[in-house]
């Protein structure tokens, strides 16, 4: 298993960034899909899931109505678009799978949220 995640960067407040994480070496499309993200100094934190087989999603509140999750099965690809960026966004942001009982994390992608 392997997530690879892109699209970070540095971004002013209000801003929007879209990241990425590439998954490979397991059937992607059969598998639920997970954001998470670590601030320093902080625990990581769960943003956003996007089940399997009807793609339905699920927000933490501090992200709700301003992050989308989204997934293209035939990319192998899930999708993170940020909107209305807040400074309180800033970390590195994670892709996560779960297969037989075992997590598997990506190396992240920073997000800097400031003007």
């Known amino acids: 298993v392997q997530l690879v995640e892109s699209g970070g960067g540095l971004v002013q407040p209000g801003g929007s960034l879209r990241l990425s994480c590439a998954a490979s070496?397991?059937?992607?499309?059969?598998?639920?899909m997970s954001w998470y993200r670590q601030a320093p100094g902080k625990e990581r934190e769960w943003v956003a899931t996007i089940s399997s087989v009807i793609s339905s999603t699920n927000y933490a509140d501090s992200v709700r109505g301003r992050f989308t999750i989204s997934r293209d099965n035939a990319k192998n690809t899930v999708y993170l678009q940020m909107n209305s960026l807040k400074p309180e966004d800033t970390a590195v942001y994670y892709c996560?799978?779960?297969?037989?009982?075992?997590?598997?994390w990506g190396q992240g992608t920073q997000v800097t949220v400031s003007s």
């Open positions: 996560k799978t779960q297969r037989n009982f075992i997590n598997y």
């Open positions: 070496g397991f059937t992607f499309s059969a598998y639920t």
